[in-house]
């Protein structure tokens, strides 16, 4: 019975898509790693710029700064050229350019991504993690922390199951770029991309020349308004003599309290030798009573933290985006993998073919769908 | 039920080779976030190389990586004046850690050529596994592998072809 009900399936409907070739006899054009990067990010120019996927609410940014400092260009500082001096907008200009060149190298720079584990490399960790026990007759998964001392403090290295790596000290999985990041600080949804090693100066430079920016425009265009309301005109008629003055102000005057309140914050942290992600767990703080406790990467001096975090060596990015993938790893071990258990899928086809949800191989269906039948019931019985 | 012990073998084979094909050293990070990688010799490498050899590779390997992390005078200048070109330095110029890594290259091929190829030993750069690792792997042993596998294969495809009636 089940033989018959099996055999009236239609023999065309299977035959009909072209049989898929295996992979190692199709001719594939060489790809960019970034084209197969695991991570949740995007890569503009072939590679050479990367983002987060959710780069939400960077065009806000940028369309913010652009539209104040345009408006503070054409309404308010032909008035003060006239009225005071032409290094207005010359130094606004300058540092215009240091905030949009430094927000889009924040945005678009790898943060410090580590690149997930090879499966050998996976494997070796597995194995020297189950070898000090010995036994592996009931599963136990793998320990999540390996200890380390450094500069007297105890550090805990914790096992990204994702990456499959231990992460190194102040390394973080950031879960909206699904990557391991070094010297993670924080994902800062203003520029649309995580903040780490490679990019933390980029970003203070960012925050601080943005906060003398606002600060400046928001000076400029009081004085503007001052001066327009002397001589009994009032701030009313000032305000109507210049409108796009009033939504400069309103945009400065919110955005500058947060701003410094951020680039002081972020002054404190390069002082210390901080990161945002240590800082708010209390790692280095001592919160628990643990008098012992300090920031083990510290230079205990202000400067020398300053330079180390600011001046330091400019890292590599660690993920080849622009390199080619290997084609021969592919070809060696997945003929062995595709092919073993495709025939054993042929014999159990009749039983779980339905359930298992992979496709049956593309061999002729008659022969197929007849045999298995039969060698079941000859596996039944052995 | 043959096909079965077939998988059960390759699977033990591959596992066994790839773990006798490849030795990783991991980082050492009692220094901090600082690239060093740990001399402890691998007890998997003892009858391959002399020990001194391979600690001497390690501690060469560890110093480059410190020249190019080190904060000094020449790092402060080239990252004072990248800071006032915003950064945009980065574009134009080779920094120092780059030039250092080429070194680095140029040093684990010539270890290669001359220590560890003739030794059946490959070591391959740690830039090309993230800085993670770095790992030494066996020449002879992917060939032989890759032997045993193709056989193994072949004898598969032609079982499952014997087996319905």
Same mark, same amino acid.
């Given at each position: 019975?089940?033989?018959?009900?099996?055999?009236?399936?239609?023999?065309?409907?299977?035959?009909?898509? &072209?049989?898929?070739?295996?992979?190692?006899?199709?001719?594939?054009?060489?790809?960019?790693?970034?084209?197969?990067? !695991?991570?949740?990010?995007?890569?503009?120019?072939?590679?050479?710029?990367?983002? +987060?996927?959710?780069?939400?609410?960077?065009?806000?940014?940028?369309?913010?700064?652009?539209?104040? =400092?345009?408006?503070?260009?054409?309404?308010?500082? !032909?008035?003060?050229?006239?009225?005071?001096?032409?290094?207005?907008? +010359?130094?606004?200009?300058?540092?215009?350019?240091?905030?949009?060149?430094?927000?889009?190298?924040?945005?678009?720079?790898?943060?410090?991504?580590?690149?997930? +584990?090879?499966?050998?490399?996976?494997?070796?960790?597995?194995?020297?993690?189950?070898?000090?026990?010995? =036994?592996?007759?009931?599963?136990?998964?793998?320990?999540?922390?390996?200890?380390?001392?450094?500069?007297?403090?105890?550090?805990?290295?914790?096992?990204?199951?994702?990456?499959?790596?231990?992460?190194?000290?102040?390394?973080?999985?950031?879960?909206?770029?699904?990557?391991?990041?070094?010297?993670?600080?924080?994902?800062?949804?203003?520029?649309?991309?995580?903040?780490?090693?490679?990019?933390?100066?980029?970003?203070?430079?960012?925050?601080?020349?943005?906060?003398?920016?606002?600060?400046?425009?928001?000076?400029?265009?009081?004085?503007?308004?001052?001066?327009? =309301?002397?001589?009994?005109?009032?701030?009313?008629?000032?305000?109507?003599?210049?409108?796009?003055?009033?939504?400069?102000?309103?945009?400065?005057?919110?955005?500058?309290?947060?701003?410094?309140?951020?680039?002081?914050?972020?002054?404190?942290?390069? +002082?210390?030798?901080?990161?945002?992600?240590?800082?708010?767990?209390?790692?280095?703080?001592?919160?628990?009573?643990?008098?012992?406790?300090? /920031?083990?990467?510290?230079?205990? =001096?202000?400067?020398? /933290?300053?330079?180390?975090?600011?001046?330091?060596?400019? &890292?590599?990015?660690?993920?080849?985006?622009?390199?080619?993938?290997?084609?021969?790893?592919?070809?060696?071990?997945?003929?062995?993998?595709?092919?073993? &258990?495709?025939?054993?899928?042929?014999?159990?086809?009749?039983?779980?073919?339905?359930?298992?949800?992979?496709?049956?191989? !593309?061999?002729?269906?008659?022969?197929?769908?007849?045999?298995?039948?039969?060698?079941?019931?000859?596996?039944?019985?052995? | 039920?043959?096909?079965?012990?077939?998988?059960?073998?390759?699977?033990?084979?591959?596992?066994?080779?790839?773990?006798?094909?490849?030795?990783?050293?991991?980082?050492?990070?009692?220094?901090?976030?600082?690239?060093?990688?740990?001399?402890?010799?691998?007890?998997?490498?003892?009858?391959?190389?002399?020990?001194?050899?391979?600690?001497?590779?390690?501690?060469?390997?560890?110093?480059?990586?410190?020249?190019?992390?080190?904060?000094?005078?020449?790092?402060?200048?080239?990252?004072?004046?990248?800071?006032?070109?915003?950064?945009?330095?980065?574009?134009?110029?080779?920094?120092?850690?780059?030039?250092?890594?080429?070194?680095?290259?140029?040093?684990?091929?010539?270890?290669?050529?001359?220590?560890?190829?003739?030794?059946?030993?490959?070591?391959?750069?740690?830039?090309?596994?993230?800085?993670?690792?770095?790992?030494?792997?066996?020449?002879?042993?992917?060939?032989?592998?890759?032997?045993?596998?193709?056989?193994?294969?072949?004898?598969?495809?032609?079982?499952?072809?014997?087996?319905?009636?």
């Amino acid at each position: 019975m089940k033989n018959r009900e099996y055999q009236q399936i239609d023999p065309q409907a299977l035959a009909t898509p &072209p049989p898929r070739p295996l992979p190692e006899h199709m001719p594939k054009r060489v790809r960019r790693k970034w084209e197969v990067f !695991p991570g949740k990010n995007r890569f503009c120019c072939d590679g050479r710029m990367i983002v +987060a996927r959710q780069s939400g609410v960077l065009p806000l940014t940028l369309g913010l700064i652009l539209l104040t =400092s345009g408006l503070f260009f054409i309404f308010d500082c !032909p008035f003060l050229v006239k009225h005071l001096t032409s290094c207005i907008p +010359a130094i606004g200009g300058v540092l215009f350019v240091f905030v949009i060149i430094s927000l889009l190298q924040t945005s678009f720079t790898d943060p410090g991504i580590l690149p997930r +584990a090879t499966p050998e490399e996976a494997a070796d960790i597995e194995k020297q993690i189950d070898n000090p026990t010995g =036994s592996s007759s009931s599963y136990r998964p793998p320990p999540r922390t390996k200890e380390v001392v450094i500069n007297q403090q105890v550090v805990k290295l914790k096992y990204c199951f994702t990456c499959k790596i231990f992460r190194p000290p102040r390394t973080s999985h950031c879960s909206l770029c699904d990557n391991c990041v070094e010297r993670f600080d924080h994902h800062c949804p203003w520029v649309g991309n995580c903040v780490g090693k490679r990019n933390y100066r980029f970003f203070y430079t960012f925050i601080v020349s943005l906060s003398f920016l606002t600060a400046f425009i928001f000076g400029c265009v009081t004085t503007h308004l001052a001066l327009r =309301s002397q001589g009994g005109n009032g701030l009313v008629f000032a305000l109507q003599a210049s409108p796009a003055s009033a939504l400069e102000l309103v945009v400065c005057f919110f955005s500058v309290w947060s701003i410094l309140g951020l680039s002081g914050f972020h002054t404190y942290l390069v +002082a210390a030798n901080l990161t945002t992600n240590e800082d708010i767990k209390g790692s280095w703080s001592g919160k628990s009573g643990n008098e012992d406790i300090g /920031n083990p990467y510290s230079y205990n =001096s202000i400067i020398k /933290n300053c330079c180390s975090v600011l001046c330091g060596p400019m &890292p590599p990015s660690l993920i080849d985006r622009r390199g080619f993938v290997p084609s021969d790893d592919s070809v060696q071990t997945s003929p062995v993998e595709i092919e073993l &258990p495709a025939a054993k899928n042929d014999r159990n086809m009749v039983g779980r073919a339905v359930t298992s949800g992979r496709r049956p191989p !593309p061999s002729p269906p008659v022969v197929t769908l007849q045999q298995p039948a039969i060698s079941i019931q000859s596996h039944s019985t052995a | 039920m043959t096909t079965e012990l077939f998988l059960h073998n390759l699977q033990e084979l591959r596992h066994s080779a790839s773990l006798a094909n490849k030795v990783f050293i991991q980082r050492d990070y009692t220094d901090g976030t600082v690239c060093k990688f740990q001399t402890k010799f691998p007890s998997e490498l003892e009858s391959r190389i002399e020990r001194t050899l391979f600690e001497d590779t390690v501690k060469t390997l560890n110093n480059y990586y410190a020249e190019a992390e080190k904060i000094g005078g020449q790092s402060y200048l080239e990252g004072c004046l990248a800071c006032l070109t915003i950064y945009l330095i980065f574009l134009c110029i080779e920094t120092r850690y780059e030039k250092v890594l080429k070194n680095i290259s140029r040093y684990i091929q010539e270890q290669n050529e001359k220590v560890y190829a003739p030794r059946g030993l490959l070591i391959t750069d740690p830039i090309q596994r993230g800085m993670r690792v770095v790992s030494l792997q066996s020449l002879q042993t992917s060939v032989c592998v890759c032997e045993c596998m193709w056989s193994v294969e072949a004898a598969c495809s032609s079982e499952a072809v014997v087996s319905p009636p």
